[in-house]
């Protein structure tokens, strides 16, 4: 779709779209929060690290066995690079501002830059 010149953002909703309702709704979760961080009257598009906060806040707690659960979001299962992935895409529409951007919040930014 984005080599037809489709938009890179146009291209993951349409594809969304006909998608199984796990990917739509990591697809609506990340929208939303790329709407969130470009919002200037959201707190957090005020923060210096928009970036960084938006994926943590995606993030949901993943119990792996230990003490304490550690956040999924800038870590490597898909359910967390999924939505930043597509946060970066959308909020970016650019790939080299995109990658940059992913490669800056740290984490696991290979397999967001996969995802």
Request: hydrophobic residues 45%.
């Amino acid at each position: 779709r984005v080599v037809r010149g489709a938009a890179p953002c146009d291209a993951v909703e349409a594809v969304a779209a006909t998608s199984s309702p796990w990917i739509r709704g990591k697809v609506k979760q990340a929208l939303a929060k790329v709407s969130e961080a470009k919002d200037p009257d959201a707190p957090l598009s005020r923060e210096p690290f928009v970036d960084d906060l938006a994926l943590t806040s995606m993030a949901r707690l993943w119990d792996v066995g230990k003490s304490e659960p550690i956040k999924v979001g800038k870590a490597s299962p898909t359910e967390g690079t999924l939505p930043g992935a597509i946060y970066f895409i959308c909020k970016y529409n650019d790939l080299a501002a995109a990658a940059r951007a992913n490669a800056e919040v740290g984490g696991d930014s290979a397999s967001r830059s996969v995802a």
